[in-house]
């Protein structure tokens, strides 16, 4: 692949005149930085080192009681900083992220707002991993931080189509039990499954205290339901397909839909989680820095 084709994953004037990404990064990296460190990790940024045999003048709160329980013998626990973020970016590879009604899919827009965290994230030494799913994990690479792994990282999201169902609750689950440190999990789906399942999935990760955002992409037709004449609508994932009259369900369908949206919102700011709609007429890089600039302000 030539690097003019890779780069087209960060510089998005190939779509919709989005602006050179590289450019976009030298911006935003700063308040990247500051948002993502700042909020989620201060004060946690150490991870469990050894036991070494207490000392007089170390802080009583380092001590390990069950240690003492065991043996009678005071040990403190050392710890050894961590300060490089591990990140994880989960993106919903399943037929129905193919829909558009504009320039670009749901699925492409993820795929270029993966592409610029990653090369963001990996400029600034943070260790960064995707996760593409449908009805399976379809590839996994697991976080790095040197600059050939953002190649790997760009090769892949090249190559991935949208396909098959959606298994969304199921596969946040399998992610969450193979986490065995703290991190960052950037979701990026239509979120079309059970709520509930997904719902349950998204506290399993905060159970294990990592930092979540859902970017929840959706077409605009997606929200509105602005077609205006008599059609069949497919369903890319089952291949169901129903004669609708728009006008009909127009305005049942709208309140569905934002009851829908609330339900997440309302759900993920209950327990901790950064709920993000994003919306595919929106030029990725503007929606990516105004929440970046969010962030570093709520930081």
Avoid at 72 to 94: H, P, Q
Avoid at 107 to 116: C, I, V
Avoid at 183 to 209: C, N, Q, T, W, Y
Wanted: some cysteine.
């Amino acid at each position: 692949m030539s690097d003019e084709r890779r780069d087209s994953l960060l510089n998005a004037a190939t779509i919709a005149r989005l602006g050179n990404m590289d450019v976009r990064a030298r911006a935003v990296v700063e308040g990247f930085v500051s948002g993502l460190h700042k909020s989620p990790y201060k004060g946690f940024s150490v991870e469990f080192a050894e036991h070494r045999q207490y000392m007089p003048g170390d802080p009583l709160k380092t001590v390990d009681w069950k240690v003492y329980g065991k043996s009678d013998r005071f040990y403190v626990k050392e710890f050894e900083e961590e300060t490089n973020l591990r990140a994880y970016l989960v993106i919903d590879g399943s037929a129905s992220m193919g829909f558009s009604t504009g320039e670009v899919t749901k699925f492409d827009y993820s795929r270029y707002l993966s592409a610029a965290l990653s090369y963001l994230m990996i400029r600034q030494q943070d260790s960064v991993g995707v996760l593409l799913f449908d009805e399976e994990v379809r590839k996994f690479i697991p976080p790095r931080s040197n600059r050939q792994h953002l190649h790997v990282i760009l090769t892949e999201l090249e190559r991935a189509q949208p396909s098959a169902g959606t298994q969304l609750a199921g596969t946040l689950h399998r992610l969450a039990d193979r986490l065995k440190r703290r991190g960052l999990v950037v979701i990026m789906s239509d979120l079309f499954d059970d709520p509930e399942k997904v719902l349950v999935a998204l506290r399993h990760f905060r159970h294990k205290r990592n930092d979540v955002v859902v970017f929840h992409v959706l077409d605009a037709a997606e929200r509105n339901f602005g077609f205006r004449r008599e059609a069949i609508f497919h369903d890319m994932e089952t291949d169901d397909r129903m004669l609708v009259r728009p006008w009909e369900i127009q305005n049942e369908y709208r309140d569905a839909v934002d009851a829908w949206i609330d339900r997440y919102r309302r759900s993920c700011r209950e327990m901790g989680v950064d709920y993000v709609p994003m919306h595919t007429e929106t030029p990725f890089d503007t929606a990516l820095t105004a929440y970046l600039d969010k962030r570093r302000r709520l930081g």
